[in-house]
């Protein structure tokens, strides 16, 4: 009698083991930084395919970051805060295979080479486009008033209303 029970747990479990198995076409790999080796805690990566966004993830604590996908070639983009973007292209993924894809991060060097100073600006008398109202205070006004606490100076402005 057990006998009978038992065929159709088998049969369930080579089918679903051949689901898993083949449902198991991903993107990993670690993201680390190019000149100290330290892992990247929350690089965001970025899957395209043909220009089209299909796919984005975080890396964990390690670094490490998995992707499930379909088969097929895709463009990655790796990214971190201070960082110049990484891209790598065409990467080919086959049905049932875990693609490994790591990425080493290099430190921006940006400089700033030019910033414009605005200096002798003054302000219009009226607004055209400007539906509602209010009004700016020059740092001269501002010296030139009888206190130094901002809610004070809020209370001398008119139009404004201020609670403590």
Request: charged share 20%; hydrophobic share 40%.
């Amino acid at each position: 009698m057990k006998k009978f029970y038992a065929i159709p747990w088998v049969i369930c479990f080579l089918f679903f083991q051949n689901i898993t198995i083949h449902s198991q076409t991903s993107l990993t790999g670690k993201i680390t930084d190019k000149d100290t080796g330290e892992e990247m805690i929350a690089a965001n990566i970025m899957i395209s395919k043909n220009g089209n966004f299909i796919q984005g993830a975080t890396s964990d604590i390690d670094g490490d970051y998995s992707i499930r996908v379909d088969a097929g070639t895709y463009d990655l983009e790796f990214s971190y805060t201070g960082y110049p973007t990484k891209k790598i292209k065409d990467v080919v993924v086959k049905e049932a295979e875990i693609k490994v894809v790591d990425a080493k991060l290099e430190l921006g060097r940006m400089m700033i080479t030019y910033c414009p100073i605005l200096t002798g600006y003054k302000i219009p008398l009226i607004k055209q486009d400007e539906t509602s109202t209010g009004i700016t205070i020059t740092a001269e006004q501002i010296r030139n008033l009888p206190t130094r606490k901002i809610n004070q100076m809020m209370l001398m402005t008119p139009g404004v209303s201020f609670t403590q």
